[in-house]
């Protein structure tokens, strides 16, 4: 059995992107292997934010994990922050990172054009992220496409602690590798850029029915297709993506039949496509309305979680302090 880690931003919204490329994957690789996954509230904290409105917002992210399926008598779930040991390896790793990998990574710099001041904190943000990885000596790591560069720095970062503390034998760190989905990518509603809570595009995943038709009646399509009597490309189009993840493989098919023969309207598709959605997104919100209305269940599913994580953690740290010579 191997073990896999993954963490997810409080970012309030678990949105269709999140679910597909991530949180859906979660959910199956927790019958099979030993899962820990995290809502990582310090990684939160590198960008302007109130106080308030993370501590409201890692909390719905935990509700929204639950509702979509992550199972804490099954897998480990717990808040960052209620591990401290965290923080104690991102500021060891810190001191093997090589500040150019830090300036180079694409999510950085992109965060980084949107602030007036850059934060030493947002620099540092993928030197946490392997600290959380590794902590747990963890080798699969489920996330979408976008985090695949942080993920080749925190092998570089297991590779250089290795073989400054690690030489002899077996290296303590492994290199942890991506678990991709085939939707790894989820384009926003715009059909301009990636599904993302700060571009404005996603549709939630505890959205109400109404709320996502009126989402989707707008969303892009295939740019070429003009008039509903021009046919269709489907494979263009980023409504027929959401089908193949939330439709049967038969209503695929009639889908793309229909497109390229201009048998139906966009519109038409979109009906289909938000009643494939219902089915999936409706027993998701019941969920989330049943958790939510049991907030003490909810503190000791928590606290069992971070008290297991903080276990295996200490275990990594007694070890990594005495190699570094800091014990
Ligand atoms: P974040 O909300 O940035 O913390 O992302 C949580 C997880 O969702 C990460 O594994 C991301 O790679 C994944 N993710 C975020 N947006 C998308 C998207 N548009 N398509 C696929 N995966 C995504
Ligand atoms: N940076 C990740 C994101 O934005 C979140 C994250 C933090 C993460 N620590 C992690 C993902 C560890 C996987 C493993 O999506």
Known sequence: MSRIFSGIQPSGELHVGNYLGAVRNWVALQQEQ????????LHAIT???APDDLRRRTREMVVSLIAAGVDPEVCTLFVQSAVPEHTEL????????????????????????????????LLNYPVLQAADILLYRADGVPVGEDQVQ?????????????????SDGEPFFPEPRALLTPTRRIMGLDGQAKMSKSMGNTIGL???????????????????????TDPGTPEICNIYQLHRAFSTPDEVETVAVNCRTAGWGCIDCKKVLHESMERTLLPIRRR????????ARLDEMLAAGAERARTVAGATMVEVRDRMGIA
């Open 34 to 41: 030993d899962c820990i996954f995290c809502v990582v509230n």
């Open 47 to 49: 960008v302007p934010y």
């Open 90 to 121: 991102n500021w060891i790793f810190n001191t093997v990172t090589p500040l150019g990998e830090l300036e180079r990574q694409t999510q950085f710099k992109e965060k980084a054009s949107r602030q007036e001041s850059v934060m030493a904190g």
């Open 150 to 166: 942080h993920l080749e720095l925190s092998r570089e970062i297991a590779r250089r602690w290795n073989a400054r503390f690690a």
């Open 206 to 228: 505890l959205e109400p029915a109404d709320s996502v038709w009126q989402k989707l009646r707008p969303a892009m399509t295939d740019p070429a297709r003009v008039r509903k």
């Open 288 to 295: 989330a309305e049943e958790i939510a209305a049991t907030p």
